[in-house]
Structures are given as structure tokens and as C-alpha cells.
């Protein structure tokens, strides 16, 4: 029974991340969550991720570069400026991202609570 209520409150969780980012990020695959996902936690830490490190995340380069865009498109991610002399391209999130994110992760720490 503890399992069941478990599965019912990452449904929930499920539910919650995809209402909050809605239907066209969420059609991105759930590749798409992950990356906000490591894009918050580079974040909050004071790191970056480098494009080349993004790309590493997935499972295929090519998909990877398709969401990366779409994110971008989407007001999500912005390239960050690249340090003097480098040439590797960087993102972070957007403000509106970084909000939904922080939004998802609320709702599931009270849903595990």
C-alpha cells in the first residue's frame, strides 16, 4: 500500500510539472525537464553548463540541439556570455524558467510532505 501512494504522489508531481510548464515544453519530451533541471542546480550553485556539456545530457546529440533551441525559442534558456578568449557557448535560465522550476519543486516537496 506504501508503494501505491508513492506512485500516486509522483503521478501528482507528474501532473503538477507539466501544468506549471505546459503543454509546449512538455512536448519537448522529458529530456526537456531534466536539463531545466540541471540548468537550475548549475544555478544555484554559481556554475554554468557549457553547451558541450548540455549536449552530453541526452541521449542523442542531435535531439539534444533540437531542445536546447526550442528552449531558447521558448524564453527558457539564454546563451550566456562567453568567458574572454573562449569560444564554448553557455546557457542559463531564464527568469520565467527558473520561477517555473522553483514553482514544480514547491508543490512537490508539499506533496511529499
Known sequence: MRETNFALDILHMFEAR??????????????SWILLLQMFVHQANGTQISH?????CGDNPRIARRIINQLVK?????QGIPVLG???????LTRQAR???QMILATNLVTLS
Not at 74 to 78: E, G, N, S
Open 18 to 31: 507539466n501544468d506549471i510548464l505546459g503543454p509546449e515544453i512538455m512536448a519537448l519530451g522529458e529530456y
Open 52 to 56: 558541450q556539456q548540455m549536449m552530453q
Open 74 to 78: 521558448r524564453d527558457m534558456l539564454k
Open 86 to 92: 573562449s569560444k564554448e557557448v553557455s546557457y542559463r
Open 99 to 101: 520561477s517555473k522550476v
